[in-house]
């Protein structure tokens, strides 16, 4: 829990969630909300989407691409799924 809260402190949400998922944390669902919260309240849509690719939810990725004014990207990915 210190580790996670350290790398949440210096924003570094991706490690942290990295760590939580090998230690299989209870919360780690609550930290990716978090994180992709944080994102969208930094206008960081890209990295919204990334996110949300990675999880397999093609469509919020997207939707959060072209929020961004990421139409290509969004059409990559339409384009490999």
């Known amino acids: ?11 570094k949400y991706d490690e942290s969630i990295r760590l939580a998922e090998r230690k299989n944390h ?3 669902m609550h930290l990716k909300n978090f994180y ?31 929020r961004g004014g990421m139409a290509a990207k969004a059409a990559s990915v339409v384009n490999r799924q």
């Open 36 to 66: 992709l919260q944080w994102l969208l309240s930094t206008q960081q849509e890209e990295k919204a989407g990334e996110l949300q690719e990675q999880e397999g939810d093609y469509v919020r990725a997207i939707d959060l691409y072209l």
């Open 1 to 11: 829990d210190e580790a996670l809260a350290m790398y949440q402190e210096l924003h």
């Open 26 to 28: 209870p919360k780690v």
